[in-house]
C-alpha cells in the first residue's frame, strides 16, 4: 500500500488508515511525554513538536529524511505545558505559547527559538492561560489568545506587544489573509451556543461576533481557496462552516466526537479535524463541504501538512510517535490497470571516480523518474544503480547520497514510457517538471 519508502526507512506497519498509506511511522518522539502540537519550518523543511508530559521539549523532525535531528528545552529546571506552537515566515524563527513554574514562581509566555542557533533566543510574557497563536505571513505580526486574561494580545516582529484587544474566554484564532481579518473562538463554556469574534487588525476593534455550534474552542482554520472559515464545536461534534465574503454560517458538517484540532491542507485543498474521542480523523472537501473520508487516526491530537511533498504529519498521543502518511489514490475514479505510481528520485554522486565513469557531475542534484510498485517498499538506491546501469555493490551504494524523495499518481491510458539508456540523459541548468507520463530523465538542479 505504500508507493515510495527511501531505503533508510525500514518500517512494518498494519494498514488502517484506509485510501491513505503509511510513509513512516516516527518512534521515540519525547523521552519525557508524548507528542502532542506541530508546525512547520517551511524555510529549511523542519517540522517542531512539542512533547506533553515533559518539562519543555521541543521535538525537531528533518521532513526530507523523517528522522529526528534534535530537541530544544524550553527552560532549565522548570515545567512546561505547551498550547501551541508556529513558524514566522517573516522572523523565520518557531514561537511557543507555554506556562508553568519555576523557581520564582508561575509564568505565562511565548518561548521563541531560532532555528539556526537550535535555542530559545527571546521570551514574551503575555496574560494567564495561554490558548493559541496565529500569523500574517505579509507583515509577521503575531495574535495570541490569552483565555486568563481574556486578552488577544497582538505581537510585532520585534517581540513587543502592541496593543491587546478583550475578548470572552478566547481560544482558537486563525488569520484571514485576503480580507486581513482575524477570528477567535470563545470558550464558552457555560454557555449552549458558540460565538467566533471577527477583528479587524487596523483598528485592534471587534467587528463581528457570528453564532456557530456547541463549544467551539481550540480548532479554527481559514481556507483561502474557497474563502471559508472552519470551526471544531466541541459539544455538538460538527463544524461550522463561516463565508469570508459575508461572515454568516453557511454550513454545519457532522464529524466525529470532541473534534478538537482542524487544518487546511493547501497540498490537496481538503479540510482535515482531528476527533479525540472517536479517535479518528474527518477530512472534509472544502468545494462542497462534504465528508471525503474518515480516517481512523491512533489518537492523534494534532495535524500538519508538508506542502512540498503532501505528506501528512500527526503527533498520536497514546504512543510515543508521529505517523506520516499520503493519499494513495487521486480524486476521481481511474481503473486499476491505469493507474501508475511514480517515484522522483533526487540524489548526488559523491564519488569523483563514479561520476567520470558515468560522465556525470559529481557532487549536483540529480533527479530520476521510475514507476513503482504500490504495495512494495522500494530500495531507493538500488533503484538508482539500476537506472544508471550500475552493480549495486556496497562501494557503488556508499557513492550515491539520496537527497530527497516524491512520487505521484497518475491516471494514464496507456504503458508508461520506458526507461532511457544513460546515452540519453538530459543534462541541462534547470530541473524539469515532473509529469509522470514523460520520459524518464535526469537533470542538474539550478
Not at 204 to 232: C, R
Not at 422 to 437: E, K
Amino acid at each position: 500500500m505504500i508507493s515510495i519508502i527511501p531505503f533508510i526507512y525500514s518500517i512494518s506497519y498494519t494498514d488502517i488508515f484506509g485510501e491513505y498509506s503509511l510513509v513512516k511511522e516516527i518512534t521515540g518522539v519525547g523521552a519525557q511525554g508524548t507528542p502532542q502540537h506541530i508546525t512547520l519550518d517551511s524555510y529549511n523543511r523542519f517540522f517542531y513538536i512539542s512533547v506533553y508530559g515533559s518539562s519543555g521539549e521541543i521535538v525537531v523532525i528533518n521532513a526530507r529524511t523523517n528522522n529526528i535531528e534534535y530537541s530544544i528545552p524550553l527552560g532549565q529546571n522548570s515545567a512546561h505545558y505547551v498550547s501551541d506552537l508556529i513558524y514566522n515566515p517573516i522572523t523565520q524563527k518557531v514561537y511557543v505559547l507555554n506556562s508553568g513554574f519555576n523557581a520564582t514562581g508561575f509564568f505565562n509566555q511565548v518561548s521563541v527559538i531560532d532555528p539556526l542557533t537550535r535555542q530559545v533566543v527571546d521570551i514574551i510574557p503575555i496574560g494567564e492561560i495561554p490558548g493559541k497563536i496565529t500569523v500574517d505571513p505579509i507583515s509577521g505580526t503575531m495574535y495570541a489568545t490569552s483565555l486568563g486574561s481574556n486578552e488577544v494580545y497582538v505581537i510585532n516582529t520585534s517581540h513587543s506587544i502592541v496593543d491587546t484587544i478583550s475578548i470572552p474566554i478566547p481560544y482558537g484564532i486563525t488569520y484571514n489573509l485576503d480580507r486581513n481579518l482575524v477570528y477567535v473562538t470563545s470558550y464558552e463554556f457555560n454557555s449552549n451556543n458558540g460565538h467566533i469574534y471577527v477583528i479587524d487588525p487596523t483598528t485592534s476593534s471587534v467587528v463581528e461576533i457570528i453564532t456557530v455550534g456547541n463549544l467551539p474552542a481550540q480548532g479554527i482554520d481559514y481556507n483561502p481557496t474557497t474563502d471559508k472559515v472552519y470551526v471544531s464545536n466541541i459539544r455538538s461534534s460538527s463544524i461550522s462552516v463561516i463565508d469570508g465574503s459575508t461572515n454568516k454560517l453557511i454550513n454545519d458538517i457532522p464529524v466525529g466526537a470532541f473534534p478538537s484540532e482542524i487544518m487546511h491542507n493547501s497540498y490537496d485543498g481538503n479540510m482535515y479535524v482531528t476527533n479525540l474521542n472517536s479517535q479518528s480523523i474527518s477530512v472534509i472537501n472544502s468545494e462542497n463541504d462534504s465528508i471525503k473520508d474518515n480516517i481512523q487516526s491512533l489518537g492523534v491530537y494534532d495535524i500538519e501538512v508538508d506542502t512540498s511533498t503532501g505528506f501528512i504529519y500527526l503527533t498520536s498521543h497514546s504512543d510515543f510517535s508521529v505517523y506520516v502518511i499520503k493519499e494513495i489514490k487521486p480524486s476521481g475514479t481511474c481503473p486499476d490497470e491505469n493507474l501508475k505510481h511514480w517515484d522522483k528520485i533526487i540524489f548526488k554522486i559523491k564519488s569523483q571516480t563514479l561520476a567520470n565513469t558515468l560522465n556525470l557531475p559529481v557532487n549536483s542534484e540529480l533527479d530520476i523518474k521510475i514507476e513503482d510498485s504500490p504495495v512494495d517498499v522500494v530500495d531507493i538506491k538500488n533503484e538508482i544503480a539500476l537506472f544508471l546501469n550500475i552493480p549495486a555493490s556496497t562501494q557503488n551504494r556508499n557513492s550515491l547520497e539520496v537527497v530527497d524523495v516524491d512520487y505521484d499518481i497518475a491516471c494514464t491510458p496507456s504503458e508508461p514510457i520506458g526507461k532511457k539508456s544513460l546515452d540519453s540523459l538530459s543534462m541541462t541548468n534547470q530541473s524539469q517538471v515532473f509529469f509522470p507520463s514523460e520520459n524518464l530523465t535526469a537533470t542538474t538542479l539550478g
